[in-house]
């Protein structure tokens, strides 16, 4: 049974920083493509950042390229996002998924494993 749960979410003042971690178990890193969307009330779930098996794949949308980055450490199956100079707009629900398949996107459709969330609330 695949498992996947998230960490790190919080408040904090714009500009500022978060790190949110992700874990799962159940799934072979060198199977699972992982990736990072938000969803805020009333709103579709977003793709914000996606990491392959080869740490060297990654996507980010373009709400946050240049300022979040994507990490995975295989050995641990775990997968971080590093959100750097924060908006008011990255308030939202953050939730990790995974998928059983090397490659990754930032479509939801993609992904059969999700998380519960974790909140990043970012205020002025």
């Known amino acids: 049974q695949v498992q996947v749960a998230e960490s790190g979410g919080d408040s904090v003042q714009a500009g500022g920083s978060l790190r949110l971690s992700c874990t799962a178990s159940?799934?072979?890193?060198?199977?699972?493509?992982m990736a990072w969307f938000r969803q805020v009330p009333g709103k579709e779930r977003e793709g914000v950042a996606c990491?392959?098996?080869?740490?060297?794949?990654?996507f980010y949308s373009d709400s946050v390229k240049g300022r979040f980055t994507i990490s995975r450490d295989n050995a641990k199956n775990t997968v971080s996002l590093q959100m750097n100079s924060l908006k008011l707009e990255d308030t939202a629900m953050y939730y990790c998924?995974?998928?059983?398949?090397?490659?990754?996107?930032?479509?939801?459709?993609?992904?059969?494993?999700w998380g519960q969330g974790t909140q990043v609330t970012v205020s002025s």
């Open positions: 159940g799934v072979s890193a060198n199977d699972a493509g």
């Open positions: 990491i392959g098996w080869n740490v060297g794949n990654t």
């Open positions: 998924a995974a998928r059983s398949r090397p490659g990754c996107g930032l479509s939801s459709m993609l992904y059969s494993y």
